[in-house]
């Protein structure tokens, strides 16, 4: 009876301790711990996962106990706060970082501090202080270690490595020079790309600052798209018209394609014809620019003109140009003169033809004074010819020192003129 009752008090206090998730020696708390003395203070670190650590378990720092773990709790947002107490003569930054590790393969859970790494310690971590979940980590559990070991060695993924290298071995069987040639090409373009990383740095910097600018014009940009509204109504509504001005245009082009077409073969003709008269043009081209040099000093060359010489404007203020030139001017003008005739009835100046006989007795009276016309105001002898030579006219011929207004006589033609700018 006894036995019955120590039975069922035992059953009883399994099922008991089974409902309030009793997990084994893990459920109690480790005996002893190391010395924080009596100036402890304590920190609380957030992890992830903290395995199977339990309450007791060893605080280290430098794999020197310096405290203990005095509780466990899950938080909130289902992260783990573990409470540790740490002896007070141990310094620690306030950026210290934490971890859980293993004392050894199959040796107890413990947290180690210690300071960060990869920045430089600052502060100092205090009582109540909080490491939170970006500066904590665990070590990997021995189960997780052989779990993966077990993998490979069961085929997990060495079949999986063995197919990837049989599928890569075909892709590239009989293709090694063109994978030889693609990574050639790959290292001269990363190498390029490595070269102009300066251009593309500051090209990303233009981009940044053209981004600022647009960013700054925000205001200006939504202005214009809210006012651009009407004028895409305006085109709207002239969309018929755009749209047959578009067809006019087209068929004017329709039009002019086939007006060249058709006189295509005619401006080949003319420019066939116009091709002698500019290659004669292009030969007389020196011949041309010569002649440009009597423009100047036309009707006399240039060859003519002894030197130049420059005289003061006095009422412009500039430079003229002048030369000397000499020229003698002989004129015979019986021939001339002697083929008109006055009509004494009307004063109409008439032309008498060479063979007219009025005609061939003036030029005879000339030809007798020496080869001038006869001079009748002064000879007399000139006077008694020009009435026999006009004998039967019904005019009278032209005097030429009454053409030539009285002031000079015909010898005095023959006169050298004078110098002249």
């Known amino acids: 009876m006894n036995r019955t009752r120590r039975g069922a008090a035992l059953l009883a206090a399994v099922l008991l301790l089974s409902g309030c998730g009793f997990r084994g020696a893990y459920s109690f708390d480790l005996p002893g711990g190391a010395d924080v003395g009596d100036d402890s203070y304590t920190v609380q670190i957030q992890f992830a996962d903290v ?44 950026n210290a970082v934490a971890a859980i590790q293993q004392s050894s393969l199959l040796g107890e859970k413990y947290v180690e501090l210690a300071s960060p790494g990869d920045e430089a310690p600052s502060g100092e971590l205090g009582d109540g202080a909080l490491i ?35 599928e890569l071995g075909q892709a590239l069987e009989g293709r090694e020079s063109a994978v030889r040639d693609t990574l050639t090409q790959l290292d001269t373009f990363i190498g390029g790309l490595d070269q102009q990383k300066t251009e593309i740095n500051r090209a990303l910097d233009s981009v940044n600052a053209l981004s600022a600018t647009l960013s700054g014009g925000t205001g200006t940009i939504t202005t214009a798209l809210d006012t651009i509204g009407p004028g895409l109504d305006v085109v709207n509504q002239q969309r018929d018209l755009l749209v047959g001005m578009l067809q ?10 086939r007006v060249i077409e058709q006189a295509g073969a005619n401006t080949v003709a003319d420019l066939q014809a116009l091709q002698p008269v500019l290659s004669q043009l292009a030969a007389a081209g020196p011949d041309l620019a010569n002649s440009l040099d009597l423009i100047l000093t036309y009707p006399f060359p240039a060859s003519s003109l002894s030197a130049l ?12 140009m002048f030369t000397n030139m000499t020229a003698t001017l002989d004129l015979d003008l019986s021939q001339l003169l002697c083929q008109y005739l006055v009509d004494p009835v009307t004063g109409a100046l008439k032309s008498l033809a060479p063979e007219d006989p009025a005609a061939q007795s003036c030029t005879a009276a ?55 700018p």
């Not at 430098?62 to 938080?75: K, N, S």
């Not at 970006?134 to 063995?162: K, P």
């Not at 006019?248 to 394609?257: I, N, Q």
């Not at 010489?309 to 003229?320: F, I, K, M, V």
């Open 51 to 94: 395995l199977d650590l339990v309450p007791q378990s060893g605080v280290r720092v430098a794999d020197v106990p310096v405290g203990r773990v005095e509780d466990i709790e899950l938080a909130d947002d289902w992260t783990a706060v573990v409470t540790v107490r740490v002896d007070g003569d141990v310094d620690l930054p306030a």
């Open 132 to 166: 939170t979940l970006d500066r904590t980590n665990r070590n990997v559990e021995v189960e997780e270690l052989l779990g993966a070991l077990s993998l490979v060695l069961n085929g997990g993924g060495l079949a999986q490595l063995q197919t990837i290298n049989s």
């Open 366 to 420: 000339a030809s007798a004074t020496g080869g001038q016309a006869p001079d009748s105001s002064s000879d007399p002898a000139t006077q008694s010819l020009l009435p026999s030579a006009l004998a039967g006219l019904t005019g009278v011929p032209v005097d030429p020192t009454q053409v030539l207004g009285g002031v000079v006589g015909l010898p005095e033609l023959g006169t050298t003129l004078g110098s002249t």
């Open 248 to 257: 006019s245009l087209a068929r004017l082009g329709d039009v002019g394609t």
């Open 309 to 320: 010489h420059t005289r003061q404007d006095l009422r412009t203020g500039g430079y003229a």
